[in-house]
């Protein structure tokens, strides 16, 4: 299974390449595939290139539905312990 995840940019390198944000953990990733991403667009992130930008609002619907099931997952794994 392969699962792709917004992302926001945080930086535009040189060489097509970006640095983002995933979770709070900054990541070099390769903007090889796009065109004209800009800093504070949203892209779907898969193995390292990004290959689509994302409209914002759907970026962070994704990501809260993302941040939901950890807090769901946690909670369960912490009953269960």
């Not at 926001?8 to 390198?13: L, Q, T, W, Y």
């Not at 390769?30 to 992130?45: E, H, K, M, N, R």
């Not at 990004?50 to 619907?61: I, Q, S």
């Amino acid at each position: 299974m392969c699962l792709a995840l917004p992302v926001k940019v945080m930086e535009v390198g040189a060489n097509d390449t970006a640095i983002v944000d995933l979770g709070g953990v900054k990541k070099e990733i390769s903007l090889a595939l796009l065109s004209d991403v800009q800093v504070g667009d949203y892209v779907i992130l898969h193995v390292g290139y990004a290959l689509t930008k994302l409209d914002p609002e759907e970026a962070e619907k994704t990501l809260a539905l993302f941040a939901e099931m950890n807090a769901a997952a946690t909670a369960e794994g912490s009953a269960a312990a």
